[in-house]
Every structure is written in structure tokens, then in C-alpha cells.
């Protein structure tokens, strides 16, 4: 069994894996800094955390409560992913997470947008190399921005509205919210896969290189990515699939 943990800035996600099939999961907001009771034996804990100022609590839990020593992924220590940055220790570990878990699983070349507290663009080349991306803030984040920053804007629940051009302020909100995201997701991959098939970084000759996947994840994957035809797949678990991934690859078991 390996459990794998997936520590955002908003939620903590947890999967339980047997093999490659995902057997429950659970969600938590990160405040909670909760986990579940599991009776089975773990091989292996792993661990993506984005919220580095609670790591020493969530290790000290994890071989509280399942006697065991967790893995923690890092842009430095990822088993078969290389990270084309000067710098790795500024990348998030969920972004090469699910950059390993979508080039093994999709292959490349490759973008990935995670609709989570941010909205993030990772690109992934033909070999597998993880080359960088870009960050926008989140739908909720969003969202909440304007109901705060903004007197008369209220605080909207997330949909689409009827048409585009919004008749009140909610409807104006909503439009601004999905609408406005998704253009921005096409004209982010529009102007991605320009630089990512760029001779720089892949072989003009190479003709399948050209055929750029696009993958999703996060929670408001699915309400965006509903209203463009630039997205290939949904993945809402390709955190865990990558972290599955990645403890496969470990050599060893729960010490």
C-alpha cells in the first residue's frame, strides 16, 4: 500500500493505493492538517507539499500515526524528471509532480493547467524535460479578490451565466470569471506551444513532435475546460498518480 499526499495551499488531498488503483481518497482543508486512520500495513508515505512552514508538523503525524518515514518530493530530488531550471528550488513539488505524471502517462510534448489556489501552466518537451511555465491567480482566488478589494461587488458562487455579456453585476462577475479564464487558457496555450515546439527546445524534422497534448486538473477543470476545445484530457488525480509514480520508482520500503 502507498499513501500519497497531495499539501496545497488551500486543501490537503490524500489517496490510498494498491498497485496503480486508487482505493479511497480524502479531502481536508490544509488548516485541519488532518489524516485518516488506515488499518492496512503502508509501504510507503509520499509527500508534495506546497506549504513548507508545515512540513516538520505533517512528518512528525505521519510516523506518529503510521510509524513511518514520509518522502518528500522536491523539484531536487524527483526520480526521472529533469527540471530545466536554474533554480529548483523556487518550482512548487505538485508542478513536477504532475509533470511526471502526465508525460508517463501521456507523453509529450506536453501543458499542464492546474485550476487550483493558482491557476499554473507547466510545459513538459518531447523528451520528458521539465522546462517552466506561468502563474496566474485562481479562480476563487479571484473571485474573492473582487468581493474584497471591490465595495460593490458581492461574493458570487462560480458558474457560467447565461450569455456573455452579463445583464447585472452577478451574471457580469460570472462571465468575467469563466469566460475570462478560458480565453486566457487558450491564449496561454496558443503562445505555450509556440515556444515549446520552438527549435530551442525540439527538432523541427521530428513531425509527432508537433502534436502538443494539453491536460487539466483541478477542482474547476471541468467548468472551464467545458467551454474550450483546447484541452485534451481531465485529470483531477494526476497528483496522486504522480506521487504512485514517483514512490514505485523509491527504492525501499516504510522505515
Do not use: H
Not at 493558482?118 to 513538459?124: K, M, R
Amino acid at each position: 500500500m502507498i499513501l500519497a499526499i497531495d499539501l496545497g495551499n488551500t486543501n490537503i488531498v490524500i489517496g490510498l493505493f494498491s498497485n496503480k488503483k486508487l482505493l479511497c481518497q480524502w479531502r481536508w482543508p490544509t488548516s485541519k492538517l488532518k489524516l485518516p486512520k488506515i488499518k492496512a500495513k503502508l509501504e510507503k508515505v509520499i509527500v508534495a507539499s506546497v506549504v513548507p512552514a508545515m512540513n516538520g508538523k505533517l512528518k512528525k503525524a505521519i510516523k506518529k500515526q503510521y510509524n513511518c518515514n514520509a518522502f518528500f518530493v522536491t523539484a531536487q530530488n524527483i526520480p526521472g524528471l529533469k527540471v530545466k531550471l536554474k533554480n529548483k528550488q523556487e518550482i512548487g513539488a505538485d508542478r513536477v509532480v504532475d509533470a511526471l505524471a502526465a508525460y508517463t502517462l501521456y507523453k509529450g510534448p506536453l501543458v499542464i493547467v492546474d485550476f487550483g489556489t493558482a491557476t499554473t501552466f507547466d510545459a513538459i518537451s518531447a523528451k520528458g524535460e521539465y522546462l517552466g511555465g506561468a502563474i496566474a491567480p485562481g479562480v476563487i482566488l479571484a473571485r474573492d479578490a473582487l468581493y474584497e478589494q471591490a465595495a460593490k461587488l458581492p461574493k458570487i458562487e462560480i458558474k457560467p451565466p447565461k450569455n456573455i455579456i452579463g445583464k447585472n453585476t452577478v451574471a457580469a462577475m460570472r462571465s468575467g470569471l469563466v469566460y475570462g479564464y478560458v480565453a486566457m487558457v487558450e491564449g496561454m496555450i496558443k503562445r505555450l506551444k509556440s515556444e515549446i515546439l520552438n527549435p530551442k527546445y525540439e527538432t523541427k524534422s521530428k513531425s509527432k513532435n508537433r502534436n502538443l497534448k494539453v491536460v487539466a486538473t483541478g477542482g474547476l477543470a471541468p467548468l472551464i475546460c467545458k467551454y474550450t476545445k483546447v484541452v485534451d484530457r481531465i485529470d483531477n488525480n494526476l497528483t496522486l498518480k504522480g506521487l504512485r509514480i514517483i514512490a514505485e520508482k523509491l527504492i525501499g520500503t516504510c522505515d
